[in-house]
């Protein structure tokens, strides 16, 4: 079976590249290296220098690899860049994600995994969130993914097409194995600019928000290791490999940690001091953010390894301190 790895280059799609391959599946990877790293992908897997939107040069990897199935990371994923450049989020998470799906379609593509958000939510405040909650983004992020995931919907309505569409929640961590982590320097994960903060490659991180009706003030999320995340899309590929339904799934672990709990963690992990600054709320956060992963479990099978804040910063402190300064 070959598979198409859409932003195979990037924080998660080079975790699910080594997934694959570990699998037995052959790996097509196409990235624009907008945000990815050529080094993140393994040799075994066959890298293609392009854009997701480009129908010709997608439609020419399905015919010659005869893909049979899509792994689509691909997309603008900073929440606050996109509220400062909403049309570039429309054109990369809509525009280009409907162009891929029309490929798949066309050529028979019948398996379909998409890298969604649990921003395409409303936020009820206090209770784990179900896929059953209230849809309501606000930010052209949410928008665009929701917009994708209505598109999926859709064309699963009309053709012989199924797809897993998957919540993500707050994605940390990195490989244990320490073969790929995030490498950006301008990342905005809150695990990766605290090691960042701890390794003094950054001055400080801010703190966005200390009054929020929390234990400490600060919000609370529910943060999943990198390597729980993918196994759930291999899952959600064998899932549909199957002949199993189309989904819609979270992916979190049903529990959570404030901003100062995670900054608390790893400056205990790694021995280091965290430097902080308070600053305002940021538009569109919530005070506690939390899956509710049951239908993950249920319909998946799904058990995660990696449930362990300290586990998570130590894989993602690792990685970092791998990584040349600068």
């Not at 003030?217 to 590929?237: F, K, N, P, S």
């Amino acid at each position: 079976m070959t598979i198409l790895i859409t932003g195979g280059a990037g924080y998660i799609g080079s975790h699910m590249v080594y997934a694959a391959l570990e699998r037995g599946y052959q790996v097509v990877v196409l990235d624009d290296l907008s945000t990815g790293v050529r080094g993140l992908v393994p040799k075994e897997a066959h890298f293609y220098h392009g854009c997701v939107g480009d129908h010709a040069l997608v439609r020419g990897l399905v015919d010659e690899y005869r893909i049979t199935a899509v792994v689509h990371f691909a997309g603008s994923t900073v929440l606050p860049e996109s509220i400062q450049k909403p049309l570039a989020y429309y054109a990369n998470n809509v525009v280009a994600c409907r162009n891929l799906i029309q490929v798949c379609v066309d050529a028979g593509v019948r398996s379909f995994i998409f890298s969604s958000t649990a921003a395409v939510y409303a936020y009820p405040e206090g209770e784990p969130v179900a896929e059953n909650a209230q849809v309501g983004p606000a930010t052209p992020y949410g928008r665009s993914k929701l917009m994708a995931e209505w598109i999926l919907e859709d064309a699963a309505r009309a053709y012989d097409f199924r797809h897993v569409t998957l919540r993500y929640f707050n994605v940390a961590g990195a490989d244990p194995k320490g073969r790929t982590g995030q490498s950006s320097p301008r990342a905005t994960h809150l695990v990766k600019r605290a090691c960042q903060a701890a390794l003094g490659r950054i001055p400080y991180i801010e703190i966005f928000g200390t009054d929020y009706p929390t234990h400490d003030g600060t919000g609370v999320r529910d943060y999943i290791h990198v390597t729980d995340l993918v196994e759930a899309h291999a899952a959600a590929l064998d899932h549909l490999k199957e002949g199993g339904a189309s989904l819609t799934l979270n992916l979190g672990y049903g529990h959570g940690f404030s901003v100062r709990q995670v900054i608390e963690t790893v400056c205990r992990v790694t021995g280091r001091l965290v430097p902080t600054r308070e600053a305002c709320r940021r538009l569109g956060d919530v005070a506690e953010v939390v899956a509710n992963p049951s239908k993950l479990r249920r319909e998946l099978d799904w058990r995660p390894q990696y449930d362990d804040l300290n586990e998570i910063v130590a894989t993602a402190y690792a990685w970092e301190k791998s990584l040349p300064h600068g």
